[in-house]
C-alpha cells in the first residue's frame, strides 16, 4: 500500500499486477498475455512468473518486483503524488494533537474515595463529549489495571497469597505485578487458566493466558465472548461450579488437549490481539477519519 492508501496486488492467476485506488481497480502491469514469461518493456506488454509478490519501497516511489519464478527482482516506478501524499489533517512528522480528559483527582493521591473519584471522573468526560462532540475526531477509551500506589490493590494481592495458605494450591502470583517477570513464567507450570468473572469488560487476563500457551476456562458472557474460542482456545462455561468442573475435567484428563488448545490459543492471539495487529487497526481508523476529513 503506497502513502495515499492504494493498494497494490500481485495477481498471479492473471500475470498481472492490480492497483485497487479511488478510482477502482486498474492494471498498472502485465495481463495482457495469459502465458508466463519475462518481458520488460511498456507495461502493458511486460510478462511475468506465476509465483512473484509486491513490496512498495517508498524512498524510490516505486514496487519491488520479486520474481521467484524468474530469480530476478524487478522495478515498477509509480506516480510520484501517490508517494508524496499527506492527509491535510495530519502533520508532516506524522502527529496530531492529542488532549486527554479526566486526568484529574488521581486515584493513587484519594485511595480512600477512588471509586467516587473515577465516577466524577466518566461524568466528566460524559459531558464533554456530550457538548464537545463536533470538535473530536478520534475518541479513545482507556483504563488501568493493578496500580502498586493503589493501597486496596496492595492489600488485596496479599489476601491472594495469604488465601492460598494451607491449602494445595501452588503458588502461581509474581511477587510483584508490574511486568518485571514475563508473564509466561507465572502462567508455565499451569495446564489451564480459570477466569470467573461474570459479566466481564472485556478482560486482559484471557488474552495474557493464551499468549503463555494456555487455554482459558471462562464464564460465557461479557469480554471472554470476544477473546476466547469456545472449544479451540478454551472453553465458555454457565457461570456454574458444575460447568467449570465438567470443563477443567476435559483437561485434566486429556492433557495433550490442553497442548493443543494451548498453541491454537496462543496463535489466535497473536493474529487477533497482538500491539502490531492493534497498531494496524487503529492506524487504519485514524487514517480514514483524516481522509473524511480531507473529504
Known amino acids: 500500500m503506497d502513502d495515499r492508501g492504494n ?9 498481472a499486477i492490480r492497483k485497487i485506488g479511488e478510482a477502482g481497480v486498474t492494471t ?45 527482482l524487478r522495478q515498477i516506478s509509480l506516480n510520484q503524488e501517490d508517494c508524496d501524499y499527506q492527509y491535510s489533517s495530519i502533520s508532516a512528522t506524522g502527529t496530531f494533537p492529542v488532549t486527554v480528559y479526566g486526568a484529574f483527582l488521581p486515584r493513587h493521591i484519594f485511595y480512600r474515595l477512588h471509586a467516587v473519584c473515577a465516577y466524577l471522573r466518566c461524568i466528566f468526560v460524559a459531558l464533554c463529549l456530550l457538548f464537545m462532540w463536533p470538535s473530536f475526531d478520534v475518541i479513545l477509551a482507556d483504563q488501568v489495571g493493578f496500580d502498586n500506589r493503589l493501597k486496596e490493590n496492595v492489600e488485596y494481592l496479599e489476601e491472594l497469597k495469604l488465601s492460598r495458605k494451607g491449602r494445595s494450591i501452588s503458588s502461581g502470583l509474581p511477587s510483584s505485578l508490574p511486568a518485571q517477570r514475563p508473564k509466561e513464567m507465572c502462567f508455565s507450570p499451569k495446564l489451564c487458566v480459570l477466569y470467573t468473572p461474570k459479566d466481564e469488560h472485556f478482560g486482559i ?8 500457551y494456555k487455554p482459558v476456562i471462562a464464564c460465557n458472557s461479557g469480554g471472554p465472548v470476544e477473546t ?3 472449544g479451540v482456545t478454551g472453553f465458555l462455561c454457565d457461570p456454574t461450579p458444575q460447568e467449570f468442573s465438567l470443563a477443567m475435567a476435559k483437561l485434566i484428563q486429556d492433557p495433550q488437549l490442553a497442548e493443543k488448545m494451548g498453541g491454537q490459543a496462543r496463535q489466535h492471539a497473536t ?3 497482538s500491539t502490531k495487529i492493534f497498531g494496524q487497526r487503529l492506524n487504519r481508523f485514524l487514517v480514514d477519519v483524516a481522509r473524511g476529513k480531507r473529504d
Do not use: W
Open 271 to 273: 493474529n487477533s490481539f
Open 28 to 72: 498498472i502491469a502485465g495481463g495482457k498475455s495469459n502465458v508466463a514469461g519475462y518481458r520488460d518493456g511498456p507495461s502493458e506488454h511486460a510478462m511475468f512468473s506465476n509465483d512473484f509478490d509486491l513490496v512498495y519501497v517508498q524512498p524510490t516511489c516505486s514496487l519491488l518486483v520479486v520474481d521467484r519464478g524468474n530469480a530476478a
Open 228 to 230: 476466547i474460542k469456545n
Open 205 to 212: 487476563v484471557p488474552l495474557e493466558a493464551m499468549a503463555a
Open 7 to 15: 493498494v497494490y496486488v500481485a495477481d498471479t492467476l492473471n500475470l
